[in-house]
């Protein structure tokens, strides 16, 4: 089945440090990619999406790129905030239509903490 | 997008009790789906709500302890049935057209003691 793997955690960086989160994962179809954010005592919002291969998905400063080659979607921010902590969650999504379509297959999730 | 509320947004309940959480998108939405976070765990779907049907379980969950509803394209809802201290977890509902972008309710934070 599908499967989503992310750098073990968590992560802790000075403000304005470079952030990277790894992502692999293992699908038998095409999927789309996602990277989620919570916030402290928040549910989950999108943060960026690619549905194809080489698409780079971005938002608030983050970056990341369907990497079909390596099956990877790593998540990168070139300064980050102290608002930027919290956990993110990579995802993908099967578009193959059949009894997964639409579901969403997690990551195990990552903890950054930014301190000033 | 679609913008997604729920209640409660928490509660705490007795063991051997049930509670119904409600999700409301507001505009329709062809797939809704029910996820489960245990403390400090990544989320774990429950199950996809079909609309005037039967909703469809993943492995390890079943419809005498999630049953499910979903009477339309906006609305859904969750029952946790029988509850026990293991039920504690934050319970999310998502929804979206098809396998484009699920968008996330707040979650439900419950607590079973």
């Known amino acids: 089945g599908d499967s989503v793997t992310q750098m073990e955690g968590p992560v802790t960086l000075s403000e304005e440090a470079f952030l990277t989160i790894n992502c692999t994962y293992t699908?038998?179809?095409?999927?789309?990619l996602f990277w989620y954010v919570q916030y402290p005592g928040e549910g989950l919002q999108l943060l960026l999406k690619?549905?194809?291969?080489?698409d780079k998905g971005s938002n608030k400063g983050f970056e990341a790129t369907y990497r079909k080659e390596t099956t990877s979607f790593h998540l990168e921010k070139g300064s980050v905030q102290v608002s930027d902590s919290a956990v993110y969650f990579c995802?993908?999504?099967?578009?193959?239509?059949?009894?997964?379509?639409?579901?969403?297959?997690f990551g195990q999730g990552t903890i950054l903490t930014v301190h000033p | 997008s679609a913008v997604i509320s729920q209640k409660p947004s928490r509660d705490i309940c007795q063991r051997g009790t049930s509670l119904t959480i409600q999700c409301q998108v507001d505009?329709?939405?062809?797939?809704m789906f029910w996820y489960r976070q245990q403390p400090g765990q990544s989320l774990t779907l429950i199950a996809t709500a079909n609309q005037g049907s039967e909703a469809t379980y993943e492995s390890g969950f079943v419809i005498d302890k999630f049953p499910i509803s979903r009477p339309n394209l906006t609305f859904s809802t969750l029952t946790v049935s029988n509850m026990s201290p293991e039920d504690s977890s934050i319970y999310l509902c998502s929804g979206g057209q098809g396998a484009e972008t699920q968008y996330f309710g707040p979650g439900t934070r419950l607590l079973v003691l």
């Open positions: 690619a549905t194809k291969a080489d």
């Open positions: 505009s329709q939405v062809t797939m």
């Open positions: 995802a993908l999504s099967d578009q193959g239509g059949g009894t997964s379509y639409g579901k969403l297959t």
């Open positions: 699908a038998t179809g095409y999927p789309s």
